[in-house]
C-alpha cells in the first residue's frame, strides 16, 4: 500500500500535468492560426477559437474526421474526400505532409486557400497515438500571385502590341528628307512613349483620359490649349490610340492650324450620353484658313488606323475659324 507521502507526490504530479496542460491549452487559444489534434482514427479531439473562424463552423468532438472544414477541393477545383485530405494521409502513412495546399468551403459558400501542416504524434512505444494539424490561409498570397501573373501577362502583351504599333509607324510615316523622316517618326514614338509612361504609372490598369490628353498637349503655352472633359478611366489599348491621335492632330494645328499663328487656341473636350456614346472634339480656332488637303497625308493615316482600331468614326469639318474633328464611339469600348 503506497504511503501518504507517495500518494501526495503522485497528486502533486497530476496537478502540475493538468495546470501545465490547461496552460497548453490557453495558447493554442490565443494563436490566430486554425490548430486542431485528431486521434488515431482520425476523429477531432481538440479544435482552437481559430478553427472556427477558419471553417465557418463549430466542429463536433469526437464526430468530425481528418478535418474541421466543411468541405474540401483540390487547388484545381475537384472535390477533395475528408478521407484522402493532407492529415488523413498524415495518419495513414505515418508521417508529416509539407508543401500540400487545398481549399476550403465554408457552410456560407466562401472559400479558403490554406497550406496544412498535419504532423503524427507517436506513444512512447513508437505507435500512432494521433495528429496535430494547422491550417494556414493563404488566400490573400494566392490572389496576390494571380494578380502577378495576369500583370505579366498584360505587359507582354502591351509590348507585343507597342512593337505592332512600331511596325505601323515606320510604315506610314513618310518624308522628302532623312531630316524630315528622323523629325516626324520622333514624334511620334515620343507621343507613344508618353501614352505608355501614363500606362505604366497606373501599372498597366486603365488611363485616365484628362491625363493623357494633358501630357500630349503640354509642351504648349497652357493659354493656348483648353480641355474640358469628365474624368474617365480608359484601357491601355485606348489610351495608346487616343495618344497616338491627339498627337497627330496636335502635329497638323502646329504645322498648318491654330498653334502655327499667335493667338490661334484648341479646345480638346469630351462628353458621354445617356446612350453610352463618348464623343470627343478637337477644335482649332484664331489660325489660318484652312482647306481639305488635295490627298491624305501620313498623320492622317496614323489617326485612321488609330480610329479603326478603337472601332470608332471620326468626322472632320474645315470651316473659316478653324478645323474641327469629332470622334465618336462606346464609351464602353475605351472603359471595357
Not at 173 to 191: E, F, N
Request: glycine share 8%.
Amino acid at each position: 500500500m503506497a504511503s501518504n507521502a507517495n500518494v501526495e507526490i503522485l497528486h502533486q504530479a497530476v496537478e502540475a500535468f493538468r495546470k501545465r496542460e490547461v496552460g497548453y491549452r490557453e495558447i493554442l487559444e490565443d494563436l490566430p492560426a486554425a490548430i486542431y489534434t485528431t486521434d488515431a482514427e482520425g476523429r477531432i479531439t481538440y479544435f482552437n477559437k481559430a478553427c472556427v473562424e477558419f471553417s465557418g463552423r463549430t466542429p463536433t468532438l469526437g464526430d468530425d474526421l481528418w478535418c474541421v472544414t466543411w468541405k474540401l477541393y483540390t487547388t484545381d477545383g475537384a472535390p477533395l474526400p475528408h478521407s484522402e485530405c493532407p492529415m488523413a494521409v498524415a495518419l495513414k502513412e505515418g508521417r508529416p505532409i509539407r508543401g500540400a495546399e487545398a481549399v476550403a468551403e465554408r457552410p456560407d459558400g466562401t472559400r479558403i486557400h490554406f497550406a496544412p501542416f498535419p504532423t503524427p504524434i507517436f506513444d512512447e512505444a513508437g505507435k500512432a497515438a494521433g495528429a496535430v494539424n494547422m491550417l494556414v490561409d493563404i488566400t490573400g498570397q494566392k490572389k496576390a500571385q494571380e494578380r502577378l501573373s495576369v500583370m505579366a501577362r498584360e505587359v507582354d502583351h502591351r509590348a507585343n502590341n507597342l512593337l505592332a504599333v512600331m511596325q505601323g509607324l515606320l510604315h506610314m510615316t513618310k518624308a522628302d528628307s532623312v531630316a524630315a523622316y528622323k523629325q516626324a517618326l520622333q514624334g511620334r514614338i515620343s507621343a507613344l512613349a508618353r501614352a505608355n509612361s501614363l500606362i505604366a504609372e497606373s501599372r498597366w490598369t486603365n488611363v485616365n483620359l484628362s491625363s493623357l490628353v494633358a501630357e500630349e498637349l503640354a509642351a504648349f503655352d497652357s493659354d493656348r490649349v483648353q480641355i474640358d472633359g469628365e474624368s474617365i478611366a480608359i484601357t491601355p489599348a485606348a489610351a495608346q490610340g487616343l495618344g497616338m491621335m491627339v498627337h497627330e492632330l496636335s502635329t497638323n494645328a502646329l504645322k498648318y492650324g491654330a498653334l502655327s499663328r499667335d493667338g490661334g487656341k484648341v479646345r480638346v473636350s469630351w462628353a458621354v450620353d445617356d446612350a453610352g456614346s463618348l464623343m470627343l472634339v478637337w477644335e482649332e480656332q484664331g489660325g489660318p484658313p484652312v482647306a481639305e488637303p488635295e490627298r491624305a497625308g501620313t498623320g492622317s493615316s496614323v489617326i485612321a488606323a488609330a480610329v479603326r482600331q478603337l472601332g470608332a468614326e471620326m468626322f472632320r469639318e474645315w470651316r473659316p475659324a478653324g478645323l474641327r474633328c469629332t470622334f465618336l464611339c462606346s464609351a464602353s469600348s475605351l472603359t471595357r
